[in-house]
């Protein structure tokens, strides 16, 4: 016998994966409970990472700057590093979103 699909809304894309690059899902019923929180701790650090690497790396691309090509690199990859990770939590955050209910036709 199989086991029912859970309900989407019930599921948490978590801000890591694993060893190949896959992601992590976690079913959960809304309840306030240790890997959701740390979940939560998590996305914190990456956000702030990422203001971080954007504070660091906006003088390197003003004009007149002198950087190597490996200065370069090393900023292309924070920068990509960053906006990777942010786009899996805004990603797990929509999914988090209830929809808009249906307008009654009294609202129309």
Same mark, same amino acid.
């Given at each position: 016998? *199989?086991? $029912?699909? &859970?309900?989407?809304?019930?599921?948490?894309?978590? =801000?890591?994966? /694993?060893? /190949?690059?896959?992601?992590?899902?976690?079913? *959960?019923?809304?309840?306030?409970?240790?890997?959701?929180?740390? %979940?939560?701790?998590?996305?914190?650090?990456?956000?702030?990472?990422? %203001?971080?690497?954007?504070? !660091?790396? #906006?003088?390197?691309?003003? /004009?007149?700057? #002198? !950087?190597?090509? &490996?200065?370069?690199?090393?900023?292309?990859?924070?920068?990509? +590093?960053?906006?990777?990770?942010?786009?899996?939590?805004?990603?797990?955050?929509?999914?988090?979103? $209830? =929809?808009?209910? +249906?307008?009654? /036709?009294?609202?129309?």
């Amino acid at each position: 016998m *199989t086991q $029912p699909e &859970p309900d989407s809304r019930l599921l948490r894309l978590l =801000p890591w994966s /694993d060893d /190949d690059g896959k992601t992590a899902l976690l079913s *959960t019923d809304g309840t306030e409970t240790y890997l959701p929180r740390l %979940a939560d701790r998590v996305e914190e650090q990456q956000i702030e990472t990422a %203001a971080i690497a954007l504070k !660091l790396t #906006k003088p390197m691309v003003e /004009d007149g700057a #002198k !950087l190597t090509v &490996p200065e370069l690199r090393w900023a292309a990859r924070r920068l990509i +590093e960053s906006l990777s990770e942010l786009l899996v939590i805004a990603e797990s955050r929509g999914q988090r979103i $209830p =929809p808009y209910a +249906e307008p009654d /036709d009294a609202d129309k």
